[in-house]
């Protein structure tokens, strides 16, 4: 007898979260043979040095539980790579905690050091993963909203913000969806409303090494600021290995003590052979991440100037592998619209960002391009949507 259709079950912190949107995007792209410019992964893979240092370690017997904070190589490595980026000196026994991908260290820090009913101030549009684990954690989120063209923070409404109850303020710089990156003004004013106000710092720089315009500049950087950081950082977006889940946070010993608490629960220990190659990879010579950022620079110019071609409005991305767009010119009332037409109709899949706001309203006129993909892919994308959209 056929098994009877059973309501799904879900607790009611996720229910409002269902499927991700970068899933149902890359489903749908299945189904039209659809060129995928939605979710943030690489189409090419990673550099052989780091691939071939983790064969060397599977055959070498590193397949066992890792030290749960990380293999030494691996804590030593983020030190010495933070202290060449930003100038800080740590300590990578005590304040570098290794975990399964940058969305483990997120979840390690909102888990471990935020309270039920803490409230948490976050910069819409925001990576999905931010709020859903806020609400796992029983946080109270409050959302400052960044608007086109530039994404500026609007300084006095992040002021007015800031209450006795705020526990915390999560960036991400360089941005995603935006490819904004904070400025220095920007972040010396977020540091001084967290050290007027004592609140924590979280903040995620995956997109540190894509940073075009400007250079990155870490928030654990800005005097008296390291104390009151957690920085989150992978090896995916760096070295396109988005697969391997190799991310860390970085935090003084007294915030340490609790991502590690939560982490030791989450996942307990990464995985140990990954962990040895991205040692290796950390310790690149700076001509990889030059090239890095010179490759990335002429596949964003490609992308941006066949989607301005396209008839688009194009919002400038000075960091990250996206580019954030205004597609009212096609005559949609909204970014699901839009970017359900595009997969049928055009056979390109961008991702709707509505869906990165507390109120999906604030982002109903724009959709996020990625171009972390083989030139020829970009290439072919541009081609179709020069070809077959109309302005209305």
């Not at 991440?289 to 941006?304: I, M, S, T």
């Not at 990250?320 to 899949?349: A, K, S």
Request: include cysteine; charge should be negative; hydrophobic fraction near 40%.
């Amino acid at each position: 007898k056929p098994t009877e259709q059973r309501p799904v079950q879900v607790a009611k912190r996720l229910e409002k979260f269902k499927t991700t949107i970068f899933t149902q995007m890359s489903m749908l792209a299945v189904k039209h043979g659809a060129i995928n410019l939605g979710q943030g992964f690489p189409n090419f893979d990673g550099p052989d040095f780091v691939k071939e240092a983790a064969i060397e370690a599977i055959k070498a017997g590193k397949n066992q539980y890792a030290r749960g904070y990380g293999v030494p190589e691996l804590n030593s490595a983020v030190a010495e790579r933070f202290l060449k980026d930003s100038g800080l000196q740590i300590d990578p026994d005590k304040e570098v905690t290794v975990t399964s991908g940058c969305t483990e260290a997120i979840a390690a820090t909102i888990l471990g050091l935020i309270n039920p009913g803490d409230e948490v101030i976050l910069f819409a549009p925001f990576y999905d993963s931010y709020e859903a684990t806020l609400s796992m954690a029983g946080a109270n989120v409050k959302a400052i909203t960044l608007r086109p063209p530039d994404f500026a923070v609007p300084l006095e409404e992040l002021k007015a913000a800031v209450s006795k109850n705020t526990r915390a303020i999560m960036i991400n710089t360089p941005h995603n969806p935006t490819g904004k990156m904070f400025t220095r003004e920007e972040l010396e004013f977020i540091a001084d409303l967290c050290k007027e106000n004592d609140v924590l710092l979280f903040a995620d720089e995956v997109y540190d090494k894509l940073a075009f315009e400007a250079d990155h500049i870490s928030m654990a950087s800005i005097p008296g600021m390291y104390e009151r950081t957690v920085t989150m950082n992978s090896l995916g977006k760096t070295f396109s290995l988005t697969g391997w889940k190799i991310g860390w946070a970085i935090a003084p010993p007294h915030l340490t003590w609790g991502v590690r608490q939560a982490h030791s629960f989450l996942t307990f220990a990464t995985s140990t052979p990954m962990q040895s190659a991205a040692a290796a990879a950390l310790r690149a010579p700076d001509s990889y991440f030059e090239e890095l950022k010179r490759d990335y620079g002429a596949k964003k110019a490609l992308l941006v100037d066949g989607l301005k071609a396209a008839g688009f409005i194009v919002y400038p991305s000075s960091g990250t592998y996206f580019v954030m767009v205004d597609h009212t010119p096609f005559g949609f009332d909204n970014d699901i619209e839009f970017c359900e037409y595009l997969i049928r109709e055009v056979g390109v899949v961008a991702i709707p960002p509505s869906v990165f706001y507390l109120n999906p309203e604030d982002g109903k006129n724009l959709v996020r391009f990625t171009f972390c993909k083989d030139d020829d892919t970009l290439r072919a994308a541009v081609d179709r949507m020069k070809a077959k959209l109309r302005k209305k």
